[in-house]
């Protein structure tokens, strides 16, 4: 199976220039594409957008410069690209699981940049990575790879940060469980109520969405363009890629405790998207990672040989005692806990 490991670069000034070209070079060929594909009337193949939107374009004095940077990274825009589109009408027809997808969309300056290179456009050198006519990036290797990777993509985020997401092939690891099985049932404050009676709250967010707010009303009434507001917008993308930080590191050690420790996972298939209609608690379902939390604990049980499950939304999971199997109804939201009368007394 295929995994991604992801690692933090710090690239010299002259490296961030350089990728700053091909960053503008691939969103440039991405865009391209996109608005070619949607004046045609059917759409066309890859390897027309690539002749199109690279070789000719090449040739043309508004887009000479592409030849500047390697060609890799701009046919995989447009590979991309084909692929977007493949899973959007995938979406469409009702082949793909998971939520609908949008049709792709123009790319902006301001939000996260990405470059794939694949075998033949980088190599390993030692502790370093060469990426063609980028040179050698330092790499802050926190784990080792598991095997030779067969794609490399460089990222720079919203708030200025620089990564590399190498695409490797791993063998499943069968480990021993301890327990034999876990439910889940998610929440907001509690984020996971499990069947050994633990309970893991959700981390406090609290602080930093207050800042957050306040930094976002003072990025509204900056005029547009001028170097204060693009100095706030940063400001703004670096407390929201903490916050994001926060909240994957605390998914990722939450799913890598129960899908180790235990051989079956359950979960609850949740209808957020009828959850966010509720006014009063959209942010806080949205923010809190219920659907990411999933993902994770169902690729990590394929690794480790585990099994996930999920449950259907229209089983009364929550109204149906677990000890005697009573069903007793629809609850209002305030009842939080019901005692079962065939238990003994304490």
């Not at 608005?35 to 374009?57: F, G, H, V, Y």
């Not at 370093?128 to 040179?135: Q, R, T």
């Not at 790879?145 to 919203?158: F, G, R």
């Not at 990672?289 to 690794?303: I, L, N, P, Q, V």
Request: charged share 30%; net charge positive; proline share 4%.
């Amino acid at each position: 199976m295929k995994s991604r490991y992801q690692y933090r670069i710090y690239p010299t000034p002259g490296q961030r220039i350089a990728l700053a070209q091909l960053f503008g070079c691939v969103r440039v060929v991405w865009n391209d594409a996109l608005a070619l594909c949607k004046r045609s009337d059917k759409l066309p193949k890859n390897s027309e957008l690539q002749k199109i939107c690279i070789t000719q374009a090449k040739k043309t004095s508004q887009r000479e410069w592409l030849g500047l940077v390697s060609a890799t990274p701009l046919q995989q825009s447009i590979a991309d690209l084909g692929i977007a589109f493949s899973n959007y009408f995938s979406s469409k027809k009702g082949k793909r699981k998971g939520k609908k997808l949008k049709r792709p969309r123009f790319k902006k300056k301001t939000s996260r940049q990405s470059a794939r290179f694949t075998k033949s456009a980088f190599s390993l050198k030692g502790e370093k990575v060469y990426l063609a006519k980028i040179g050698d990036l330092k790499v802050k290797w926190s784990r080792p790879l598991p095997s030779e990777p067969t794609s490399v993509t460089a990222i720079k985020d919203a708030s200025g940060r620089y990564f590399l997401s190498f695409v490797v092939e791993v063998q499943p690891e069968i480990k021993p469980a301890l327990y034999p099985s876990i439910g889940i049932d998610l929440g907001l404050k509690t984020f996971a109520s499990c069947s050994n009676k633990e309970k893991i709250d959700s981390p406090d967010y609290g602080y930093l969405y207050r800042k957050l707010k306040r930094y976002q009303r003072r990025l509204a009434k900056r005029e547009k363009g001028s170097k204060r507001r693009e100095q706030m917008r940063r400001k703004v993308a670096k407390l929201n890629a903490r916050i994001r930080d926060k909240r994957k590191d605390f998914l990722h050690k939450l799913s890598s405790k129960v899908v180790n420790e235990n051989q079956v996972t359950v979960l609850e298939d949740l209808n957020v998207g009828g959850m966010l209609k509720n006014r009063k608690l959209s942010r806080a379902i949205s923010q809190a990672g219920w659907y990411e939390f999933r993902t994770m604990c169902e690729s990590k049980a394929d690794k480790y040989g585990r099994d996930f499950r999920v449950i259907s939304r229209w089983e009364p999971t929550s109204q149906v005692c677990s000890v005697c199997g009573y069903r007793w109804g629809k609850l209002d939201l305030s009842v939080r806990t019901v005692v079962c009368l065939t238990l003994p007394a304490l």
